[in-house]
């Protein structure tokens, strides 16, 4: 079956390395791991830590940018960085990942819109434009407590991103950024990495709601793996826990609007030189509590022999372990 995971962290792990070796480390460390999970399709976003921020995020924005090119070149039998929906296909055909960037709150542009083209210059094709917390763009969801929309700016950037087809991501902004999105949006949006609220009450998963919204746009909800998310007791989560958040977003979306967004954080983290990731913490999530064999993509085929377990339809595992966001891509990238 096609894999489509549109949350993976790992340019965070390779772009930490020396230049000169990105394109051997991604081969040697990542590459199995990808194959293994049966990945096709791979989101790359950039995200920006906190000691960049703010003065270096630009600068870090495009070395990782760099590294994914770098990564695609020197691995050119195995993946390939894709700019649209004929792309991907043709890597695709050849048995090739089709590695897809995106931009993960755009720190390193923050109120320069006019730089948005840039990065679409460069390769990126998916972007969202806040995370924890306020951005010039937009308040991510930690900052529910605000009720604010996107600034003009934010606005700017959304109109921007519709012209030049880059698809707008709603994970981690807040809940009425989101309204304000579903309220402007012309074109499909698309959730990474996000979960279904009405099983585990945290403000960085999507309502019912939110859900429609976003399914209403003729876009997908990929879910995030991230067991924070899934349950409140994160080190006691399972694999049944991400498969009832699965189900529930399919059946208050619909089959065709639902896919994967694991984000691998344990997996990134443990790629990372210490001390820089020891006791990492993200607003009080613990980032290293995992699905038992699901600790990285290696583990992703445990997700479609569960779905099938359940009794789904082997058309509509398909649809949710990629066919999905790959028709969604066919769509926004053509």
């Known amino acids: 079956m096609m894999v489509a995971d549109t949350h993976n962290d790992l340019l965070m792990a390779v772009s930490a390395r020396a230049p000169g070796l990105w394109a051997e480390f991604f081969r040697s460390r990542w590459l199995p791991q990808l194959r293994q999970g049966g990945v096709t399709l791979?989101?790359?976003?950039?995200?920006?830590?906190?000691?960049?921020?703010?003065?270096?995020?630009?600068?870090?924005?495009?070395?990782?940018?760099?590294?994914a090119h770098v990564i695609a070149e020197g691995n050119a039998d195995a993946v390939a960085l894709c700019l649209d929906a004929a792309?991907?296909?043709?890597?695709?055909?050849?048995?090739?990942?089709?590695?897809?960037?995106?931009?993960?709150?755009?720190?390193?542009?923050?109120?320069?819109?006019?730089?948005?083209?840039?990065m679409h210059r460069l390769g990126v094709r998916v972007a969202s434009i806040a995370h924890w917390g306020r951005t010039p763009l937009a308040d991510g969801s930690g900052e529910d407590a605000t009720g604010s929309g996107l600034t003009s700016h934010g606005v700017e950037a959304l109109?921007?991103?519709?012209?030049?087809?880059?698809?707008?991501?709603?994970?981690?902004?807040?809940?009425?950024?989101?309204?304000?999105?579903?309220?402007?949006?012309?074109?499909?949006?698309?959730?990474?990495?996000?979960?279904?609220?009405?099983?585990?009450?945290?403000?960085?998963?999507?309502?019912?709601?939110?859900?429609?919204?976003?399914?209403?746009?003729?876009?997908?909800?990929?879910?995030?793996?991230?067991?924070?998310?899934?349950?409140?007791?994160?080190?006691?989560?399972?694999?049944?826990?991400?498969?009832?958040?699965?189900?529930?977003i399919a059946g208050v979306a619909g089959i065709d609007h639902v896919g994967l967004g694991p984000d691998f954080m344990d997996e990134v983290l443990r790629d990372l030189t210490p001390p820089c990731c020891e006791g990492v913490s993200s607003s009080g999530i613990d980032n290293r509590a995992v699905i038992p064999g699901l600790e990285g993509p290696g583990g992703l085929p445990l997700v479609g022999e569960g779905l099938l377990a359940r009794g789904l339809p082997e058309a509509d595992v398909r649809k949710i372990l990629g066919g999905n966001v790959h028709r969604l891509f066919g769509k926004a990238l053509a």
Request: proline share 3%.
């Open 42 to 67: 791979q989101v790359l976003p950039v995200f920006i830590e906190s000691q960049f921020r703010p003065e270096g995020s630009l600068r870090q924005t495009l070395r990782m940018i760099e590294c």
């Open 87 to 118: 792309q991907i296909d043709a890597a695709l055909a050849e048995d090739r990942i089709a590695l897809v960037l995106a931009m993960e709150s755009m720190p390193g542009i923050d109120a320069s819109v006019e730089l948005i083209p840039t």
């Open 159 to 248: 109109k921007e991103m519709e012209r030049l087809g880059i698809l707008f991501d709603v994970s981690h902004l807040g809940a009425s950024g989101v309204a304000h999105v579903l309220e402007l949006a012309t074109r499909p949006v698309m959730a990474t990495h996000s979960s279904a609220r009405a099983l585990r009450d945290h403000h960085r998963n999507l309502t019912d709601d939110q859900i429609r919204g976003v399914a209403g746009t003729g876009g997908v909800i990929c879910v995030n793996f991230l067991a924070a998310f899934l349950t409140e007791n994160a080190r006691e989560a399972t694999l049944d826990h991400l498969l009832d958040h699965i189900e529930h």
